[in-house]
């Protein structure tokens, strides 16, 4: 059989297992499965390269197993995440694009700073923190993960990414985001340059759509907690409040469908220059916020 026919089977499997991405997907399939660059491979789909053996077998698997909607990261068993790639699986969110904008506002703020100290809440799979710590040698990272499975994949990329020489150190700790300024990080209580975080934020009975998120997505990392899904998050905005120096600032994820209610969790004298940052499709995915100096004007 020819590459480029077992390419096409597939593609055409995915597609009619609603996979959205299917030739893409197939050939990132292919890539792993053959142990190829996914240059490498294009070129042996150029030459019309025959193919057999275990690896067409090995192939053939992923497909089924994509093809019934398992995640194409838990399959490969790494995510992309900006200019670092990420262990990822089950137990852990795959971390997603939306969430790559956000870490990009947190970077930007991070380069505009000599030595900034940066917190990431609710870190996942380390996502956040390591792709910070990769782009902002001189930031000073923070990560905190509640759930110990989680938190066990963020200390793998962390370890990785460290020993790799791709980033600087980040401090990784076990504990809950929620009153982090008095519990696991009340060292760094008024320190913070910036908080950043992707907390849990879908509403209790709401169920994602693709079944990728829906089952297979840990239900920690989707449901904030309460009718709106803001119960998690507004803990985290409290958690922000006492780790923030004055001036520093605030950036948190949330769905495209709750940028007014979230700007609501930070009305008040504590806040200003609050506003809603758009995702590269244009829907409202994150909040920013600015603790507030003495001598800003109210």
């Known amino acids: 059989m020819l590459l480029a026919e077992l390419l096409r089977d597939a593609r055409s499997r995915l597609a009619a297992a609603g996979v959205p991405t299917p030739a893409a997907d197939a050939e990132l399939l292919a890539a792993y499965a053959f ?24 192939f053939e698997e992923l497909v089924a197993e994509r093809a019934r909607r398992v995640p194409l990261q838990h399959l490969t068993g790494t995510a992309p995440f900006r200019t670092v790639e990420l262990a990822v699986g089950p137990g852990v969110f795959v971390p997603r694009p939306e969430t790559e904008v956000v870490a990009g506002l947190a970077i930007e703020e991070a380069l505009r700073l000599r030595q900034p100290l940066v917190v990431d809440l609710c870190t996942g799979s380390g996502a956040i923190a390591v792709a910070v710590a990769a782009e902002v040698p001189a930031a000073r990272v923070v990560a905190v993960e509640l759930d110990p499975l989680a938190h066990a994949w963020a200390r793998r990329n962390v370890d990785v990414a460290a020993g790799g020489r791709h980033t600087g150190a980040v401090d990784l700790r076990l504990g809950d985001a929620v009153r982090a300024d008095s519990g696991v990080l009340a060292d760094l209580a008024g320190a913070a340059d910036v908080v950043v975080a992707n907390p849990p934020y879908i509403p209790e009975g709401a169920r994602p759509v693709d079944p990728e998120v829906a089952d297979h997505d840990p239900g920690f990392a989707l449901y904030g907690g309460g009718a709106d899904g803001l119960d998690v998050p507004r803990g985290v905005v409290s958690s922000a409040r006492g780790l923030l120096k004055a001036g520093g600032l605030f950036v948190m994820e949330h769905g495209d469908a709750q940028g007014v209610r979230a700007r609501r969790l930070v009305e008040g004298s504590d806040w200003h220059d609050v506003r809603t940052a758009e995702d590269l499709t244009g829907r409202p995915r994150a909040l920013l916020a600015r603790r507030k100096c003495q001598t800003d004007p109210p």
């Not at 660059?37 to 067409?56: I, S």
């Open 35 to 58: 142990g190829l660059p996914r240059g490498e491979l294009a070129g042996a789909l150029l030459r019309g390269a025959p193919v057999d053996g275990l690896p067409v077998t090995a």
